[in-house]
């Protein structure tokens, strides 16, 4: 390969490395994904920088080579926070840290170019040389710290890919395969292997790298899909979780199911779960069957405690039971949040059937007349409609009888008001003592009553109305050493002879009222008469 050949596979390498940077960038700050980006920008510097070298441009001699460090000395860095990050362990990423990683990349660069000066990094210099394989006593520490810095973060993605399953696994793997690839070229050109004079194919190998973690993206949602440490997820838990092997001995516990169950001492793995949960028999009675359970324990003592208990089997990768997992849940609030709930629920039931029975009170204090207990007039102009509606549409009769009693005024002048009340109370007695159910009797002002009769012709309410007059008649009211009597007289108007509505009956049961009292009284008299 000529110089310009060199020069061109360098630059696709960096392009490569710039696409996956920017791909790792778009997806936010992610776990690792920053990382990532700033470890693939480094790279490509290193690429860029060294197929820069290999073109005819200014400054002509070591310049861009010696350029490409500032990529070098960030790539191992950058490959172990990346590392941590995806590995679950940024949390040790502590300032300190930090700082210490920042050293070496610093302290390397620094005494890159300052080496005319000192000669402890590059050593002797060969013109024309393409590649800086050898060097002084900085090089070489440079290479071992960057070698240890690579081990270090091996050892850490075996670790998680020994721990990881399914497309956990294969995302490690394929970081692994990328990684090594630029690093066994480098060590190849170390030791002397040089399939081209005077070319670090290390920048090289790290097209495929680049190529690798693309497809990682992609394909396995390097950023996208990533395992979730068991410390952020178990050990922070508010709910208690216990592990129990098949002869229930304890083989995890988390910080919550020590602080929920109060297991005092220090509780040791293997211990025996009836020794651990002696305060518990009725948790230890469900761990022997295999199959789900849920169950609620309660102390009693104060204060009051409930818990939600789950019971669930554990199996291996061949379905057989391997133990069982019991996850605890304090629901005391809950509870106590429900027995309140039902509390109220039961005050708002009282409370809504005082209501509705006071509804009811108020809807009977508003149809209903005070003095006789009967309906009042409010009441007749609302049922008095509904029922001529009904008879329409059954194309029955219906018979409205107006009562008044004879001679009232003398009455109440004669014996007060008090026994005028009480007579009146009297006739309204007789009167609901003598209809039919579905009747209804009204007070409609004064002395003067109301009967709706649906269902009775002229006739037949004429002959109901007059019985009921004889029977207040001949009934007598008895007070204190007074017998008295009273009589009253009644009109009649029938549904549709004499009107079809409610207006027009009640104008001619008033008139049929006035005909009988007019003739003396004590009597009852149809509105047809009034036609002759």
């Given at each position: 390969?000529?110089?310009?050949?060199?020069?061109?596979?360098?630059?696709?390498?960096?392009?490569?490395?710039?696409?996956?940077?920017?791909?790792a960038w778009t997806r936010g700050d992610y776990r690792g994904s920053r990382p990532l980006a700033?470890?693939?920008?480094?790279?490509?510097?290193?690429?860029?920088?060294?197929?820069?070298?290999?073109?005819?441009?200014?400054?002509?001699?070591?310049?861009?080579?010696?350029?490409?460090?500032?990529?070098?000395?960030?790539?191992?860095?950058?490959?172990?926070?990346?590392?941590?990050?995806?590995?679950?362990?940024?949390?040790?990423?502590?300032?300190?840290?930090?700082?210490?990683?920042?050293?070496?990349?610093?302290?390397?660069?620094?005494?890159?170019?300052?080496?005319?000066?000192?000669?402890?990094?590059?050593?002797?210099?060969?013109?024309?040389?393409?590649?800086?394989?050898?060097?002084?006593?900085?090089?070489?520490?440079?290479?071992?710290?960057?070698?240890?810095?690579?081990?270090?973060?091996?050892?850490?993605?075996?670790?998680?890919?020994?721990?990881?399953?399914?497309?956990?696994?294969?995302?490690?793997?394929?970081?692994?395969?990328?990684?090594?690839?630029?690093?066994?070229?480098n060590a190849a050109s170390l030791s002397g292997f040089q399939p081209f004079p005077n070319l670090?194919?290390?920048?090289?190998?790290?097209?495929?790298?680049?190529?690798?973690?693309?497809?990682?993206?992609?394909?396995?949602?390097?950023?996208?899909?990533?395992?979730?440490?068991?410390?952020?997820?178990?050990?922070?838990?508010?709910?208690?979780?216990?592990?129990?092997?098949?002869?229930?001995?304890?083989?995890?516990?988390?910080?919550?199911?020590?602080?929920?169950?109060?297991?005092?001492?220090?509780?040791?793995?293997?211990?025996?779960?009836?020794?651990?949960?002696?305060?518990?028999?009725?948790?230890?009675?469900?761990?022997?069957?295999?199959?789900?359970?849920?169950?609620?324990?309660?102390?009693?003592?104060?204060?009051?405690?409930?818990?939600?208990?789950?019971?669930?089997?554990?199996?291996?990768?061949?379905?057989?039971?391997?133990?069982?997992?019991?996850?605890?849940?304090?629901?005391?609030?809950?509870?106590?949040?429900?027995?309140?709930?039902?509390?109220?629920?039961?005050?708002?039931?009282?409370?809504?059937?005082?209501?509705?029975?006071?509804?009811?009170?108020?809807?009977?204090?508003?149809?209903?007349?005070?003095?006789?207990?009967?309906?009042?007039?409010?009441?007749?102009?609302?049922?008095?409609?509904?029922?001529?509606?009904?008879?329409?549409?059954?194309?029955?009769?219906?018979?409205?009888?107006?009562?008044?009693?004879?001679?009232?005024?003398?009455?109440?002048?004669?014996?007060?008001?008090?026994?005028?009340?009480?007579?009146?109370?009297?006739?309204?007695?007789?009167?609901?003592?003598?209809?039919?159910?579905?009747?209804?009797?009204?007070?409609?002002?004064?002395?003067?009553?109301?009967?709706?009769?649906?269902?009775?012709?002229?006739?037949?309410?004429?002959?109901?109305?007059?019985?009921?007059?004889?029977?207040?008649?001949?009934?007598?009211?008895?007070?204190?050493?007074?017998?008295?009597?009273?009589?009253?007289?009644?009109?009649?108007?029938?549904?549709?002879?004499?009107?079809?509505?409610?207006?027009?009956?009640?104008?001619?049961?008033?008139?049929?009222?006035?005909?009988?009292?007019?003739?003396?009284?004590?009597?009852?008299?149809?509105?047809?008469?009034?036609?002759?």
């Open positions: 390969m000529n110089d310009l050949a060199y020069a061109l596979a360098l630059l696709i390498a960096a392009a490569v490395c710039l696409v996956v940077a920017r791909l700033v470890l693939m920008l480094a790279l490509a510097w290193w690429s860029v920088s060294y197929g820069v070298f290999w073109l005819p441009v200014e400054p002509e001699g070591y310049f861009w080579l010696d350029m490409t460090y500032l990529g070098v000395a960030l790539v191992p860095t950058t490959l172990l926070v990346f590392t941590m990050h995806f590995t679950g362990r940024a949390s040790e990423i502590t300032q300190r840290l930090k700082v210490l990683l920042a050293i070496q990349p610093i302290a390397m660069v620094l005494m890159l170019w300052t080496d005319p000066w000192h000669g402890l990094f590059f050593g002797e210099r060969l013109p024309g040389q393409g590649a800086i394989l050898t060097g002084g006593i900085l090089f070489y520490g440079h290479v071992a710290y960057n070698y240890a810095l690579i081990l270090f973060c091996c050892v850490l993605f075996f670790n998680a890919y020994a721990r990881a399953k399914g497309i956990y696994q294969q995302q490690i793997l394929t970081i692994l395969v990328g990684i090594s690839i630029p690093f066994v070229a670090d194919m290390t920048p090289l190998a790290f097209t495929a790298t680049g190529l690798v973690l693309a497809f990682a993206l992609f394909e396995l949602g390097l950023l996208d899909i990533l395992p979730v440490a068991r410390d952020a997820v178990v050990e922070q838990m508010a709910d208690g979780v216990l592990v129990f092997d098949l002869r229930n001995r304890l083989v995890d516990m988390n910080p919550a199911a020590k602080t929920l169950l109060n297991l005092q001492g220090d509780k040791q793995i293997g211990e025996e779960a009836a020794q651990l949960l002696k305060n518990w028999p009725q948790l230890i009675e469900h761990l022997g069957p295999s199959l789900t359970s849920e169950i609620q324990l309660r102390i009693t003592s104060s204060p009051k405690r409930t818990f939600d208990v789950r019971l669930l089997p554990l199996r291996n990768q061949v379905t057989e039971l391997s133990g069982r997992m019991v996850v605890v849940r304090e629901i005391s609030k809950r509870v106590r949040a429900e027995k309140a709930m039902d509390r109220a629920n039961r005050g708002m039931k009282k409370k809504l059937a005082e209501i509705e029975e006071l509804q009811i009170q108020l809807r009977e204090q508003a149809i209903r007349d005070a003095l006789t207990g009967l309906f009042n007039r409010r009441y007749l102009e609302e049922s008095l409609p509904r029922e001529l509606a009904k008879v329409r549409r059954s194309k029955e009769p219906l018979s409205v009888a107006m009562l008044d009693i004879d001679h009232f005024k003398n009455f109440n002048d004669r014996y007060g008001h008090a026994l005028g009340d009480e007579m009146l109370r009297h006739l309204a007695a007789t009167m609901l003592s003598h209809i039919r159910e579905g009747d209804i009797v009204c007070r409609y002002g004064g002395e003067e009553f109301v009967i709706v009769l649906p269902g009775a012709s002229q006739k037949i309410a004429i002959q109901r109305i007059d019985d009921c007059r004889q029977l207040f008649k001949n009934s007598v009211l008895e007070h204190e050493d007074l017998a008295l009597y009273s009589t009253f007289s009644a009109g009649v108007a029938t549904f549709p002879m004499d009107g079809e509505e409610t207006q027009q009956l009640l104008r001619q049961a008033d008139q049929a009222l006035y005909y009988a009292k007019h003739n003396g009284g004590d009597q009852v008299a149809g509105a047809a008469i009034l036609q002759t």
